[in-house]
Structure formats: structure tokens, C-alpha cells
């Protein structure tokens, strides 16, 4: 009996000295470890994240489970109290910093308004791209005009010429588009109309209440307008981080995130060629290498949208692009915004 007492003491006072370890006798250890399991946490994610309300001395530690604000605060606490130190170069430091926007992401990506999926096409906001396929002949980019309740006007479809005689009336076509901050989705309709003699021609089509959805969104994107240069790889083995002291093709970014880039640059390119983007994020200089997996051309300017599936960054490299991308130090420009995105390709 009296070793049962003492083992119980020894088990009490171990337990009280681990709640010391873990934040003090005042952390709500119990409540913390709670609400990270029931969002899905596991127990070194939670341990980890306890170390951050500790370092940042936050009042409600509860909220890093739920509030992003609060999240990119420590992780700016967690970055400069590193920096302070010495130790921001560190290889654990890094690591920890990374793990900590894996966190983030996660956290965000949770969030009611990135769950939620469309249920039907009456739904879609003007200005929606479209990429529409005619089997047999081609792809074609269109938007939306106007979603009215019997129909959508889309814009006259940008593409391969139709067959001798043919005309979009009647056609089955298959439609995709990218929704921002949710997914990709795919549906089939019908063409009612094709309004081809008009001063702006459009086409009316089907709605429809069979939405597919795909390319669940994989990291955020925040769209930017900055120079950046575009060097050719002979193939991605070659992909590397090292800055190129020459200049490269000259382009333009549009958008970044740590799985890709878009980047607009003149003339007509092709899918499956292998890049390298060396750009400046604020005072930042940010190399990556990837493959265009998409082509978005524009005939009237010719100029071309290239859609980059980036190799994995080093965790240095990804740092300091989800530094810039969830604007941690408010060094963002205003207008750029993030909106969540599928996997590259």
C-alpha cells in the first residue's frame, strides 16, 4: 500500500513538473492539449505550438488554433526574438520557423470560407474565367458576361477556329474553372445561343447543378506585380537555388506561392519547358525552378501567361516566400492579395 501511495506521489509530482516545463503551473496545458486534438493537431504539433504562446506570452494561448492574426503575431515574435539572438541562420531555427507556417497553413486552409463548396453554376461571379473544351476541336478561354437566371452570357470563346459551317449552337462542351479561395470544378452543359453577329459577340449556355469538384486548393497564392527574369533549363535536374549574376529573359511575376509562380512574358510559349525565376520579394532575392504546366496565350497582345509548378524550395528559400506571402512583417504591397490555390499542374 505504501508503494502504491509513493509511486501515485512520484506520479502527481512528475506530472506538476511537466506543466511547469510546458509553460508554467498557470498554462492551461490540459484545455491547450484539448482544443489542439479536437482541430485535428497532433501531440509534437501541439508541443510545438505551446513552446510559441510560452516564448510570445500570450494571453489566450487557446486562440493559435483558430485565429491567423494571432498566429502570424508569434510567428513575427518566434523570427525576431531569433534574429535578436543570432540565431535566425540556425539550422534549427529554420526548421522550427518552418514548421510553424506549416501550422499556419493548415490553420487557414480549415477556415469555414475555403471548405465550402459551389453547388451549381447560378452562383458564379461575373468575370469568372472559364476554359472550355469542344471535343473533337479544341480549348477555348472565355468569362463570364452575365448569370441570369435562366442561363449564363459567357465571352465569345478564344481559341482554334471552328470546323467550315460549324456554329457553337447546340454543342456540348465540357467547362473548368478555377474558384478563388475554394477549387477547381468541372461541369458539362449545353449552348443555347451564339450571338457571333453582334457588336460584342457572347454565348449563352446552360446552367447546371452537377458540379465536380477537383484541385482542392494545396498552399496560398498572393498576386504580385513585380520584374523578375526567366532562365531556360535544359532539363529540371538542373534546378538549383543559386542567383544568376546575368540578366535572363526579362519578365513579369504575377502571382507566387511556395509551389509556383505565374509569370507573363511576350510571345507564344509551350508546356513541359523547365525554368528557372530569380526575383526580388521586398529586399529579398528569391530563386526557383520549376515546369510550365500551363500556357495561358493572349493573341491580340501576344504575350503569355506561364503557369510554373516549382520543385520543393529549401526550407531557408520557403521561409522567406511565406514571410512575404502571409505579409508577417506588413511589407506586402496593399494591393496584393491572397487567395488560395491548387497544386501547380
Same mark, same amino acid.
Given at each position: &500500500?505504501?508503494? &502504491?501511495?509513493?509511486?501515485?506521489?512520484?506520479?502527481?509530482?512528475?506530472?506538476?513538473?511537466?506543466? /511547469?516545463?510546458?509553460?508554467?503551473?498557470?498554462?492551461?496545458?490540459?484545455?491547450?492539449?484539448?482544443?489542439?486534438?479536437?482541430?485535428? #493537431?497532433? #501531440?509534437?504539433?501541439?508541443?510545438?505550438?505551446?513552446?510559441? +504562446?510560452?516564448?510570445?506570452?500570450?494571453?489566450?494561448?487557446?486562440?493559435?488554433?483558430?485565429?491567423?492574426?494571432?498566429?502570424?503575431?508569434?510567428?513575427?515574435?518566434?523570427?525576431?526574438?531569433?534574429?535578436?539572438?543570432?540565431?535566425?541562420?540556425?539550422?534549427?531555427?529554420?526548421?522550427?520557423?518552418?514548421?510553424?507556417?506549416?501550422?499556419?497553413?493548415?490553420?487557414?486552409?480549415?477556415?469555414?470560407?475555403?471548405?465550402?463548396?459551389?453547388?451549381?453554376?447560378?452562383?458564379?461571379?461575373?468575370?469568372?474565367?472559364?476554359?472550355?473544351?469542344?471535343?473533337?476541336?479544341?480549348?477555348?478561354? !472565355?468569362?463570364?458576361?452575365?448569370?441570369? /437566371?435562366?442561363?449564363?452570357?459567357?465571352?465569345?470563346? *478564344?481559341?482554334?477556329?471552328?470546323?467550315?459551317?460549324?456554329?457553337?449552337?447546340?454543342?456540348?462542351?465540357?467547362?473548368? #474553372?478555377?474558384?478563388? *479561395?475554394?477549387?477547381?470544378?468541372?461541369?458539362?452543359?449545353?449552348?443555347?445561343?451564339?450571338?457571333?453577329? %453582334?457588336?460584342?459577340?457572347?454565348?449563352?449556355?446552360?446552367? !447546371?447543378?452537377?458540379?465536380?469538384?477537383?484541385?482542392? /486548393?494545396?498552399?496560398?497564392?498572393?498576386?504580385?506585380?513585380?520584374? +523578375?527574369?526567366?532562365?531556360?533549363?535544359?532539363?529540371?535536374?538542373?534546378?538549383?537555388?543559386? *542567383? *544568376?549574376?546575368?540578366?535572363?529573359?526579362?519578365?513579369?511575376?504575377?502571382?507566387?506561392?511556395?509551389?509556383?509562380?505565374?509569370?507573363?512574358?511576350?510571345?507564344?510559349?509551350?508546356?513541359?519547358? +523547365?525554368?528557372?525565376?530569380?526575383?526580388?520579394?521586398?529586399?529579398?532575392?528569391?530563386?526557383?525552378?520549376?515546369?510550365?504546366?500551363?500556357?495561358?496565350?493572349?493573341?491580340?497582345?501576344?504575350?503569355?501567361?506561364?503557369?510554373? %509548378?516549382?520543385?520543393?524550395?529549401?526550407?531557408?528559400?520557403?521561409?522567406? &516566400?511565406?514571410?512575404?506571402?502571409?505579409?508577417? #512583417?506588413?511589407?506586402?504591397?496593399?494591393?496584393?492579395?491572397?487567395?488560395?490555390?491548387?497544386?501547380?499542374?
Amino acid at each position: &500500500m505504501i508503494v &502504491m501511495l509513493v509511486v501515485f506521489l512520484v506520479i502527481v509530482l512528475l506530472f506538476i513538473l511537466f506543466l /511547469r516545463h510546458a509553460g508554467g503551473g498557470s498554462f492551461p496545458w490540459i484545455h491547450f492539449y484539448t482544443k489542439g486534438k479536437e482541430s485535428g #493537431f497532433s #501531440f509534437r504539433e501541439i508541443n510545438l505550438l505551446r513552446k510559441v +504562446a510560452v516564448h510570445n506570452h500570450l494571453d489566450n494561448p487557446i486562440s493559435l488554433f483558430w485565429s491567423i492574426r494571432q498566429l502570424d503575431r508569434s510567428i513575427r515574435g518566434v523570427m525576431l526574438r531569433f534574429r535578436t539572438e543570432g540565431r535566425e541562420n540556425d539550422e534549427s531555427s529554420i526548421l522550427f520557423i518552418n514548421k510553424l507556417f506549416d501550422f499556419r497553413k493548415k490553420v487557414e486552409l480549415s477556415l469555414p470560407k475555403y471548405t465550402l463548396g459551389l453547388k451549381t453554376t447560378r452562383k458564379l461571379t461575373t468575370h469568372q474565367r472559364l476554359k472550355i473544351t469542344l471535343p473533337g476541336v479544341g480549348t477555348y478561354n !472565355s468569362s463570364v458576361v452575365e448569370n441570369l /437566371r435562366r442561363y449564363m452570357a459567357i465571352s465569345y470563346p *478564344e481559341g482554334p477556329k471552328l470546323p467550315p459551317g460549324a456554329s457553337w449552337r447546340g454543342q456540348k462542351i465540357n467547362v473548368y #474553372f478555377w474558384r478563388a *479561395e475554394d477549387a477547381g470544378y468541372v461541369f458539362e452543359t449545353k449552348v443555347l445561343e451564339d450571338f457571333i453577329e %453582334q457588336k460584342y459577340p457572347i454565348l449563352h449556355v446552360a446552367h !447546371s447543378d452537377n458540379l465536380i469538384r477537383s484541385q482542392k /486548393r494545396r498552399s496560398v497564392r498572393v498576386e504580385v506585380r513585380k520584374p +523578375a527574369f526567366l532562365y531556360p533549363l535544359s532539363s529540371i535536374s538542373q534546378a538549383n537555388e543559386n *542567383e *544568376e549574376q546575368t540578366s535572363g529573359l526579362r519578365c513579369r511575376l504575377i502571382d507566387v506561392s511556395e509551389d509556383g509562380a505565374a509569370a507573363l512574358v511576350g510571345g507564344r510559349a509551350k508546356v513541359g519547358l +523547365a525554368v528557372k525565376l530569380q526575383f526580388k520579394l521586398t529586399s529579398t532575392t528569391i530563386v526557383m525552378c520549376g515546369v510550365v504546366k500551363g500556357v495561358t496565350y493572349n493573341q491580340k497582345k501576344n504575350q503569355s501567361v506561364l503557369h510554373i %509548378q516549382a520543385v520543393p524550395l529549401s526550407l531557408r528559400q520557403r521561409n522567406r &516566400m511565406l514571410s512575404y506571402v502571409y505579409n508577417i #512583417f506588413q511589407e506586402r504591397e496593399p494591393k496584393a492579395r491572397p487567395r488560395t490555390v491548387p497544386a501547380y499542374g
